[in-house]
Each structure stands twice: as structure tokens, then as C-alpha cells.
């Protein structure tokens, strides 16, 4: 009798106690991704574990080249190979849509699990205290006088994306003595604040920084130059599926677009 209650106890006991390790214990969430995409990750990411009280997502940085990189060592190797289940790596959100198409390809993320949760538009922007601010991108031709601050198109996206956009527009005739280069899109914003230019042009969530001190007085259209999209994919040896389609879920759900609004993205268009 004795050794059945001793028994009884124990088992109860380590009960208890698994139960209480499972209670503490977060399950991990791994989301790899641009260290442009920092900031939305980390909103989106904090909203989810608000009401996954037993998730934890950490966010694994790399550039577009390396991750893929990352990803196909990790695939490729015998234990990731024949284990699913094993990959390291839940869910991969680059910057913009061109490498998860190439690992689509590759069978690296799974088939039909990409959803796209946000775009990035280029937009017009002012300093808060210019009262008469031009109204599109078209206007700046109009006004012989105005300094519009671009990114350098040699060195960065942005840069690229409004030399094509200028183009498209037929107005980079008219503004090519008046354009002021900067480094990047950061560089763009201090040329403005600090008087070198009157405007800067820039993807809308560059801004998201300053967003006291500048405001957006326009956004290009999509006829003219289609903007970034930015899309989550499963893994294709993702640990816990369902939990990761719990996430990609809630990146299209009316909260997660409330927070990527805010941070100055734009929504992709549903799909058909």
C-alpha cells in the first residue's frame, strides 16, 4: 500500500512538474529576413506574441545573397534533407519578392504558402513647416525654382526606382539641374531638413523616422512604376506548420495592416 502511494505521488509529481515546464516554456518562432525589414518585423512580431502568450519570434538577419545562401546550406545538408521538421528556420520574409520567387523554384519554401503583407510606394515629401508644397510629382516641373533631393542611382534601390520614376513621368529633363544627390534615403531627408533641397523623394517608409519634422505629399502611382512588395513564405522544413500558418494568417489580418499603415507601407491588392 505504501509503495502505491509512493508511486501515486511521484507520478503526480512529475505531472506537475512537465506541466509547469510546458506553462514556462515559449515555443520558438524563427523568421529570417532583411535587416531592412527590422522595424515592420519587429511590430508584426510583437502584436502576434501579444496574443500567443506561449510564442517567441526572434528574427534572424541577412542581406538577400546571404540568406539564400543560408537557406540552401541548411536544406541542403542530410539531416535537414530527409527530417522534416528539422530546419532551424520557420518562416523567410527578404526584401521584396525576387528572392522568395528563386526559392519557390528551388522548393525551399513551400508551394502556395507566400503571402504578401505590405508594399512600399516611392513618395513625394516636404519639411512640416513648407506651406506651399507641390501636390504631385508632376508639379515639380512647373516650379523652376524648387531643389529636389533624389538618392544616388548607382548605389541604391531607391535612387533607381526615381530616376525610372522621373523618366516614366516625363519631367527629368526639367529637373536635371535641379537635383540634389545624396548618399541614400537617410541622406535624402538631411539634405531636406538642412535647407539643400526643398523636397526629397523616397520609399514611403523611409520617412516613418522623421515623421515629425516631414510629411508625404504624394505617392506615385502604380501606372507609372509598380511598387515593392514584400511577401512571408514557410520554410519548407518549417518545425510547426501550423503555427506558422497562424502567423502568415496574421499577416494579413486588419490588425497587422493597422501596424504596416502606420509604419508608412502600403497593403498589396487582394488576390484573385
Known amino acids: 500500500m505504501q509503495n502505491f502511494i509512493r508511486m501515486t505521488v511521484l507520478i503526480v509529481a512529475v ?131 524648387m531643389r529636389v533631393a ?12 526615381t530616376s525610372e520614376l522621373l523618366k516614366v513621368l516625363g519631367i527629368a529633363e526639367e529637373l536635371k539641374g535641379r537635383l540634389d544627390v545624396a548618399m541614400d534615403a537617410h541622406g535624402v531627408l538631411d539634405h531636406m531638413l538642412n535647407g539643400q533641397a526643398d523636397v526629397g523623394i523616397i520609399f514611403g517608409p523611409d520617412a516613418y523616422d522623421k515623421r515629425e519634422r516631414v510629411r508625404v505629399v504624394a505617392i506615385a502611382p502604380e501606372q507609372a512604376i509598380r ?16 503555427l506558422c500558418e497562424e502567423f502568415l494568417t496574421f499577416s494579413q489580418s486588419p490588425e497587422a495592416q493597422s501596424i504596416l499603415k502606420g509604419l508608412g507601407y502600403g497593403l498589396p491588392r487582394p488576390r484573385k
Open 150 to 161: 533624389v538618392a544616388d542611382p548607382m548605389l541604391t534601390e531607391v535612387g533607381q526606382k
Open 15 to 145: 505531472l506537475i512538474a512537465r506541466g509547469v515546464g510546458s506553462a514556462s516554456a515559449s515555443e520558438p518562432l524563427v523568421i529570417a529576413t532583411s535587416p531592412s525589414l527590422a522595424i515592420p518585423l519587429e511590430a508584426l512580431s510583437r502584436a502576434f506574441e501579444a496574443s500567443h502568450q506561449n510564442v517567441k519570434i526572434r528574427l534572424y538577419f541577412d542581406s538577400g545573397l546571404d540568406l539564400r545562401r543560408t537557406i540552401a546550406s541548411m536544406e541542403n545538408n542530410s539531416t535537414g534533407q530527409y527530417f522534416i521538421g528539422l530546419g532551424p528556420i520557420h518562416i523567410i520574409a527578404p526584401g521584396g519578392d525576387e528572392l522568395i520567387t528563386r526559392l519557390e523554384q528551388k522548393y525551399y519554401v513551400l508551394p502556395q504558402t507566400r503571402r504578401p503583407y505590405a508594399t512600399a510606394s516611392l513618395v513625394l515629401v516636404v519639411p512640416e513647416s513648407l506651406v506651399d508644397a507641390p501636390s504631385s510629382f508632376e508639379a515639380l516641373a512647373q516650379d523652376t525654382r
Open 227 to 242: 511598387p515593392i512588395i514584400h511577401s512571408l513564405a514557410m520554410e519548407r522544413y518549417c518545425p510547426n506548420r501550423l
